[in-house]
């Protein structure tokens, strides 16, 4: 089950959320969005039906290849993803979890910003 998110002070430190965006109330950064539809597209239990996990794989994949054209390296790519299909979260307080946080935030700097919200919404 992909972990859900709660504005601990290691989802902040890790730029997963905002401590007090929006209504005084946390927010995800863009990191934290791409991060929580990459969990939902490699969920490997029943949680998600089969149709929410293949549009959240298509949107982050839509969003991977968004951040290589704004330069994120082919590497970095592969190991994001496989980290992902590992079942790693960015959240895990081990080493693969601040890895996967670092390679998260270095693709959403990749993106330019608010794009990563417009893909999850269905634009471009």
Do not use: W
Request: hydrophobic share 40%; with cysteine.
């Amino acid at each position: 089950m992909p972990h859900y998110y709660c504005a601990t002070p290691c989802i902040i430190e890790r730029g997963l959320m905002h401590p007090m965006k929006r209504n005084q109330e946390p927010c995800f950064t863009d990191t934290g969005l791409l991060a929580l539809v990459a969990q939902i597209a490699y969920a490997n239990d029943e949680a998600f039906d089969i149709e929410t996990k293949l549009t959240a794989s298509s949107t982050f994949q839509r969003i991977l290849l968004t951040a290589v054209a704004g330069g994120f390296k082919s590497a970095s790519y592969a190991e994001i993803r496989q980290l992902f299909s590992d079942g790693v979260s960015p959240s895990d307080e081990d080493a693969h979890g601040e890895r996967l946080a670092m390679l998260c935030r270095q693709l959403a700097r990749a993106v330019p910003p608010g794009q990563i919200l417009r893909i999850i919404a269905g634009g471009n």
